[in-house]
C-alpha cells in the first residue's frame, strides 16, 4: 500500500488514500506508527470519500483510538490531495471533512508554491457535554463556569488549573508562569489524560502567556503522548487565553516542532495556519 510521511511543524503523519481500500485501520495504525518496527508517525491519516466536502478523513493516533479532529493533519491532507493530483494545481480552497466537523482550507502561495495552509476548525465548545466532562466524577473544583469551565486539581502533589475547551476533540489546558520546558509533562501527562472526569480522556496543554501575541507550549496528546505540535491544541490554547484576556485574537504558539498561528475572535470560528511538509513516499506491505 502506498503512503506519503508528512508532517506540520513536527507532528508527523502517515498518510494513505483508502477511498478503495478496507483494512482495520485502528490495528494498522499501532504497526505502521511504531518508530522502532514501523514508519514512525504520530497518527495514521487516511483518505477517504465524503458526501458533505471535497475530501473526507479519518486520522488514527499510536495506540489504535480514532481522534476525532487534526489540525496539523487537515493541513496535510490538503497537500496530500494537491500532491497527488486529485484537486486542480491551482486551487485556492477546498473542504476536508473529519469526525467532528467540515474543515474550509485556504492555500497561501508566494512564486505560485504553497507556503501555508489554513483551516477553518469550527467553533469551540465550552459546555461539560460538548468536552465531555463529568464534574461529578473527581476530586477537583470547579472555580469557573460561566465562559469556560476551569477546574482546579492536584497531580501527583502539583496544583493545576485546567480549562477546559472541545475543538471537537477534548483538550484541557494548564496556564504557568514557569517555561514550559520546565513542567513536567512526562509524568504528569498521562495523569491528567487519564483523570477520571474525562469520559473520552483528554489532551492536555501546558502554555506560558508571553506578551499579548504571542505563547509557548507543550502538549500531552491523548493516545500518543507529547508530541512536538498539535493543532488543535493550539486553538484550544487560542480559545482560552482569549477568554481569560490574556491574549488579542491572534496568537503565535510557539511549540516543540515549529509556531502555529492562530485567530479566534470571541464568536465564531477557530482558523489555524501553520506548514504542511511531504518528508518522503514508500510502500507499506499489504
Partial sequence: MDFTKMHGAANDF???DGRSKKRDWSKL?????????????DSLIVLLPSDKADFGMRTWDTDGSEAET???GIRCMAMYVLEKGLAAPDIEEMTIETVATVNRIKLERKGGKVVKLWANMGKPRLSAAQIPVNLTAGKGE????KSMIRYKVTVKGMELTLNLVSMGNPHAVHFTQEPVVDFPLSSLG???ENLPIFPNRVNFEVARVLDKK???????ERG????????SGACAITVASKLRGDTESKVDIQLRGGTLNAEWNGNGEVVLGGPAVVVYEGKWPD
Fill in 14 to 16: 502517515v498518510m494513505m
Fill in 29 to 41: 495504525a499501532i504497526t505502521v506508527c511504531d518508530r522502532h518496527r514501523g514508519i514512525g508517525a
Fill in 70 to 72: 487534526c489540525g496539523n
Fill in 142 to 145: 470547579v472555580i469557573d463556569i
Fill in 190 to 192: 498521562p495523569l491528567v
Fill in 214 to 220: 504571542h505563547i509557548e507550549a507543550r502538549v500531552w
Fill in 224 to 231: 500518543v503522548g507529547e508530541t512536538m505540535a498539535c493543532g
